[in-house]
């Protein structure tokens, strides 16, 4: 199994990123997914996160209101919108997932995105 983000780069301050993270292989069956950041020197932290059906969602409440989560679960993809971004939103983004395999199930980290926010 592979999570592949896409969709990171470098913003001016109060524009938009849409990020990607695409899954792929031996999946059965997706549960809730995700999106993490880890600013340099600290821990990795939630953003926000979607159920199966994409009807509940949680945000962390530094990005509440201007980011938007939502899935695809057609395409196994789960997308992070990013407006009005702030200098402070630069760091690498994660999506995790967990997935269900013909072998095995658990929690799936992408490589992860960096997104870089310009003053």
């Known amino acids: 199994v592979q999570l592949v983000e896409s969709g990171g780069g470098l913003v001016q301050a109060g524009g938009s990123l849409r990020l990607s993270c695409a899954a792929s292989?031996?999946?059965?069956?997706?549960?809730?997914m995700g999106w993490y950041r880890q600013p340099p020197g600290k821990q990795r932290e939630l953003v926000a996160t979607?159920?199966?059906?994409?009807?509940?969602?949680n945000y962390a409440d530094s990005v509440k209101g201007r980011f938007t989560i939502s899935r695809d679960n057609a395409k196994n993809t789960v997308y992070l919108q990013m407006n009005s971004l702030k200098p402070e939103d630069t760091t690498v983004y994660y999506c995790?997932?967990?997935?269900?395999?013909?072998?095995?199930?658990?929690?799936?980290w992408g490589q992860g995105t960096q997104v870089t926010v310009s003053s």
């Open positions: 292989g031996s999946i059965i069956s997706f549960n809730d």
């Open positions: 979607i159920t199966l059906g994409g009807g509940s969602t």
């Open positions: 995790n997932a967990f997935i269900t395999t013909t072998r095995t199930r658990g929690y799936y």
